[in-house]
């Protein structure tokens, strides 16, 4: 449990250069703990969140991007069973959720809300890997976890369904 939400805790977004800085929008959080929902995810993993000027440049950044601003974070996603979701699902489930800035890594996604809080353009789909940054949709029709139906309880489910016609088919045939 953390202190901004359920799931994520302030110390997660904090600088990595040991500058102290950071506080993470809360739509960001709000949206992230609709990710964590869509995907059933076991956890998200913040790998970069706030970025200071120095930092942002240090690791390859404008000095000015969305994380120097508080709306971003990089992620990975731990499916339940503690193997990670591919980079591909992690984007079709955050631009799902509204995410206006959403670029692909390797196993791991950045997403922020640059479509709804102050930022320089409201939307970027991209690939980090190989430089495509006009990404128009990375939707697949992927069925997450999250948004399976578990069977009733008392009542069978399609193939157990299956099954009993089956039986009675060849039973009465």
């Known amino acids: 449990m953390g202190n901004l939400s359920a799931h ?9 250069c040991g500058c102290k800085q950071g506080n993470p929008s809360s739509l960001l959080i709000s949206r992230l703990e609709k990710l964590y929902k869509l995907m059933d995810a076991k956890a998200i993993v913040i790998n970069s969140g706030y970025r200071c000027y120095k930092h942002d440049k240090a690791v390859g950044g404008s000095g000015y991007g969305a994380h120097t601003k508080n709306i971003a974070a990089d992620i990975v996603v731990k499916k339940q069973d503690g193997t ?15 995410f ?22 409201n939307h970027w789909f991209g690939d980090e890997r190989d430089g495509r940054n006009y990404i128009k949709t990375f939707q697949r029709g992927t069925v997450f976890d999250g948004e399976k139906t578990p069977a009733p309880q008392g009542e069978h489910s399609k193939d157990e369904l299956l099954a009993e016609l089956k039986a009675l088919y060849e039973k009465y045939s």
């Open 8 to 16: 994520f805790d302030k110390s997660e977004f904090i600088c990595k």
């Open 84 to 98: 990670l979701y591919p980079a591909e699902d992690i984007a079709e489930a955050a631009e799902r959720i509204g």
């Open 100 to 121: 206006g800035g959403i670029g692909m890594m390797n196993n791991a996604c950045h997403v922020d809300t640059r479509d709804s809080e102050k930022y320089d353009n």
